[in-house]
Nanobody, 119 residues
Framework: QVQLVESGGGLAQPGGSLRLSCAAS????????MSWARQAPGKGLEWVSGIYSDGTDAYAGSVLGRFTVSRDNAKNTVYLQMNSLKPQDTGLYYC?????????????RGQGTQVTVSS
């Protein structure tokens, strides 16, 4: 079955950086788009970034220029490099398996990793 395990969250100061990782198993990783989404306290799920199977990346406007998504198909892992962090980036970050090679989805998500940005 599909398994997604996120790691790398923690506490960062405003302006700091964190790198999230998501290890995937149970499906042909290289054939699927992958996404990152987040949920702030008391708010709904927000799509943050994604990467298609061909390596093309996409970002929400709120993180464009600060976050970088990448994937390593040999390791079945997707990453999210987060720079210039802001307090509003605080939330539970999930990685999600896409519906196909070129379609993002949040239906299959991991358990999430907490990111807290605070001084």
């Amino acid at each position: 079955q599909v398994q997604l395990v996120e790691s790398g969250g923690g506490l960062a100061q405003p302006g700091g950086s964190l790198r999230l990782s998501c290890a995937a198993s149970g499906f042909t990783f290289s054939g699927y788009a992958m996404s990152w989404a987040r949920q702030a306290p008391g708010k709904g799920l927000e799509w943050v970034s994604g990467i298609y199977s061909d390596g093309t990346d996409a970002y929400a406007g709120s993180v464009l220029g600060r976050f970088t998504v990448s994937r390593d198909n040999a390791k079945n892992t997707v990453y999210l490099q987060m720079n210039s962090l802001k307090p509003q980036d605080t939330g539970l970050y999930y990685c999600a398996k896409g519906s196909s090679d070129y379609e993002f989805s949040t239906d299959y998500r991991g358990q999430g990793t907490q990111v807290t940005v605070s001084s």
